[in-house]
């Protein structure tokens, strides 16, 4: 069983920056990889980013150079720094786990390949 809670999330300017937490509680988070989604009002959950266990990351085009995934095992907690941030970024970021140790795959990029989500929490950006 795995909990996963992020924190981080507010009210910030075009151009601006966030850092979005993902503090994760249970067993096997070393194990895991670690996703952030969105969902913007009237539109479906979307992949942001991803990073495996051993520090491999992979971005969708709309956030690459602009948002940084990473994660601290030690604190069991997975980060999304958000630089440059643009009033299409607005939505409710998910943290998600996926378990992968038996998959060929050490990266996953769709909702269905998550076992584990957190609550959700709103990032607003004005113009």
């Given at each position: 069983q795995?909990?996963?809670v992020e924190s981080g999330g507010g009210l910030v300017q075009a151009g601006g920056s966030l850092r979005l937490s993902c503090a994760a509680s249970g067993?096997?988070?070393d194990d895991y990889c670690m996703g952030w989604f969105r969902q913007a009002p009237g539109k479906e959950r979307e992949f942001v980013a991803a990073i495996s266990w051993s520090d491999i990351t992979y971005y969708a085009d709309s956030v690459k150079g602009r948002f940084t995934i990473s994660r601290d095992n030690a604190?069991?907690?997975a980060y999304l720094q958000m630089d440059s941030l643009e009033p299409d970024d607005t939505a409710v970021y998910y943290c998600a786990a996926a378990n992968l140790r038996s998959s060929i795959v050490v990266l996953a990029t769709t909702p269905e390949d998550y076992d584990y989500w957190g609550q959700g929490t709103q990032v607003t950006?004005?113009?």
């Open positions: 795995v909990q996963l067993r096997g988070f604190k069991s907690t950006v004005s113009s």
